[in-house]
């Protein structure tokens, strides 16, 4: 029986619920209930990966004929052989797997090495089925007597198999993600300003776009938070425009599958008057160009350019960034919408970190991020400007040294500090 996941959409407030179904459509009771306790504190896309990544472990103990419950409450759970194989399931990308066999046609050819997930994913599935193995075993003591003896058993086991399970993850290098350098955000800047010779967007998205890898990049905030932002959240007038980012609040009302979500905390973006003017001229003149039909949308401000338009996708703006890299790909070949996010934060570090105190700095990123007050997401967000900080003082150290200055340097002000110029 094959299983799949499936969104439902709550009618009373739009929210969505993850499910998973049977080839008849009927919910999976267990699989269910386990990915409904996951909702709170979590993004919908984040229990539909959980929701896909236990799926996966039904195929395999399809394919070996294990009832995984059953298991669970005997306390038996699996042998090393069958762990192993677990493992080695898991650690194969079943799309790269499926479309390899579709093309060579035949099951038993040598597995090329896309079709293998990395380290990292890897451990993150094992994660998913410790974690859900977990619950079944607690699931399966609830209501039991102490003096019940799988009460004592199944506890013990699920230790041992999880701990064996975290035996067999395989360590590896995860690429850091950087932001762009310079001369890549210039050109993304350039090359999608509407009367750009090179735009290769068509002439009726081209303002749009532009304005969007703008405010990705000017802005800071996540793609979910920029197409969740409403027309009513745009104060564009007055001496400190800004746009207010945050929960989607009108879910109800908008007819994407999986309505873009904010993992941050609300806050207003101030912009320039020359920014504010830009994206009220989009509001104002483009989308208010599709007519009545356009008024009747949802009251976000990025639709697309269907013949009854409805809010963008996520998709959509992958598909913006693919095209890029495809008609550019020497100059945006690292082209991410989440990479603009990590050069908002390197440019904010070039122009503030030295400045401001260390832990000033951490506020005022904090802040403009939608971090809590404790994060540390920061350190990986400006991988590229540290670099960059890092180049200016080993420039800085070797000159010096070379001329035999040893005195204390303040890389931000290249001139020596010497002791006659300390305030006393």
Known sequence: ??????????????????VVVDDQGMPHDQVSRYLLGKRNNRATKT??????????LYRWSEELGIDIEDRIKSGQIFGITEIDSLVAYLSMNQRQLKKQNEEQGNDDCVLSFAGYVTASVLAQKIDVAKDYFKWLGNLAIEGRLVTDPYYAAIGPAIKDLNDALDARKVTGTKKARIGLTVEEQQFLLSVTHPEHSQNPFESRTRIRNHL???????????????????????HLLGDDPYLRFGQNLTKEVDPRSIPPEAKTLPRNIYLTAELAAEVDS??????????????????????????????????????????????FPKQLANLHPH?????????LALMFAD????????????????????????????????????????????????????????YAHPEPKYDEDIDM
């Not at 029986?1 to 993850?18: C, K, L, P, T």
């Not at 229990?47 to 996966?56: E, S, T």
């Not at 208010?288 to 963008?312: D, Q, S």
């Not at 700095?361 to 939608?370: E, I, P, T, Y």
């Open 47 to 56: 229990v539909l990966n959980l929701g896909k990544n236990v799926c996966q």
């Open 339 to 347: 990479r603009l996010r990590h050069s908002f934060n390197d440019n």
């Open 1 to 18: 029986m094959g299983y799949q996941v499936s969104v439902w959409r709550i009618d009373d407030n739009g929210e969505r619920a993850v």
């Open 282 to 327: 989009y509001i104002m003149n483009e989308r208010k160009a599709r007519g009545r039909i356009a008024r009747k949308a949802p009251p976000y401000v990025f639709l697309n350019t269907l013949k009854e338009p409805a809010p963008m996708t996520e998709g959509a703006i992958y598909h913006m960034c693919q095209l890029l890299r495809e008609k």
């Open 212 to 234: 969007i890898f703008k405010l990705l990049m000017l802005c800071g905030v996540r793609l979910g938070e920029l197409l969740a932002l409403g027309t009513i959240n745009c």
């Open 355 to 410: 400045s401001a105190g260390d832990e000033e700095f951490l506020k005022l990123q904090r802040w403009l991020n939608g971090w809590s007050n404790s994060s540390k997401e920061g350190q990986t967000y400006t991988l590229r400007s540290t670099e960059i900080r890092g180049q200016r003082c080993l420039q800085m150290l070797q000159e010096n040294i070379l001329k035999g200055n040893y005195h204390e340097q303040d």
